[in-house]
Nanobody, 130 residues
């Protein structure tokens, strides 16, 4: 059974850090681009970042550039999202998703809020509040 499972969410103060994990089971992530998306209460889902399967190249939404870092460990079949300098507007449910094929398709998904991704996790809640 194909599964993506996110973990690492929680409550953090503004300016703090969290590291999210996205673990895959039932398939290998080696050939998939992986994206992170988030959805704040009452808002549409938005793309955060994506990482290439071939060389680990990342793409970041402007809202997180310089604060978030995506990485992957294919040996562990896991992708990570390191989030620093968190702001209240970063609050939301964070989802990881996998895209077979070209990295630019994952980038397109980030730009369009997740359209076209092949597999999704169930999400982990991040709350940034004092």
């Amino acid at each position: 059974q194909v599964q993506l499972v996110e973990s690492g969410g929680g409550l953090v103060q503004p300016g703090g850090s969290l590291r999210l994990s996205c673990a895959a089971s039932g398939f290998t992530l080696d050939y998939d681009a992986i994206g992170w998306f988030r959805q704040a209460p009452g808002k549409e889902r938005e793309g955060v970042t994506c990482i290439s399967s071939s060389d680990g190249s990342p793409y970041y939404a402007d809202s997180v550039k310089g604060r978030f870092t995506i990485s992957r460990d294919n040996a562990k079949n896991t992708v990570y999202l390191q989030m620093n300098s968190l702001k209240p507007e970063d609050t939301g449910v964070y989802y990881c998703a996998a895209k077979h094929g070209l990295f630019r398709l994952c980038v397109f998904s980030v730009l369009t809020g997740g359209n076209g991704m092949d597999y999704w996790g169930k999400g982990t809640l991040v709350t940034v509040s004092s």
